[in-house]
């Protein structure tokens, strides 16, 4: 675990709202408020639209929609043929008789990602289509940036 110097500053909230913060906190087994906060802070800083569009990162895509609208399910494996260099893995669910949830595991450049979400969820069934970073990945980047040469594993391309 690194150590960092702490800073303090004060916060001004209104007192239900506070309240409603610290029995959230409480409830998600946060010792006090300061570790709340941070992780607030770090999650605020994992925003995809944040980003440059030539960073890259990892993440997912989590989307919810009815595989009974016409043409659907071929056009989001489609999509997932046009993108299959950022996707690295898939997980299919059936919700119930119409719906399901699909979770895509992507990593490369936030922008194509962001493309590729605002794409999903603008296909008519799609109830529910967002792009969550988990992880940026700077060497990466710094590699992408200074580097042209593409590197094959089994055929796959993993730059």
Not at 8 to 25: E, H, K, T, Y
Not at 91 to 116: F, K, S, T
């Amino acid at each position: 675990m690194q150590h960092h110097e702490l800073s303090r500053f004060g916060v001004s909230i209104p007192n239900d709202l506070l309240q409603q913060f610290d029995a959230q906190i409480k409830n998600q087994g946060y010792g006090n408020r300061s570790e709340a906060i941070r992780d607030l802070i770090r999650k605020s800083l994992l925003l995809p639209e944040q980003y440059p569009a030539s960073q890259c990162v990892a993440g997912t895509i989590a989307m919810v929609y009815d595989h009974h609208v016409s043409e659907l399910p071929l056009s989001l494996i489609e999509l997932q043929h046009e993108h299959h260099h950022d996707i690295i893995s898939t997980m299919h669910i059936h919700l119930n008789h119409e719906q399901c949830l699909e979770i895509l595991v992507v990593r490369g450049e936030v922008g194509r990602l962001r493309e590729l979400g605002n794409r999903i969820r603008v296909l008519k069934g799609v109830l529910y289509a967002e792009l969550a970073v988990t992880h940026i990945d700077s060497e990466r980047y710094a590699q992408r940036q200074n580097d042209h040469d593409h590197h094959h594993d089994n055929g796959r391309d993993l730059t």
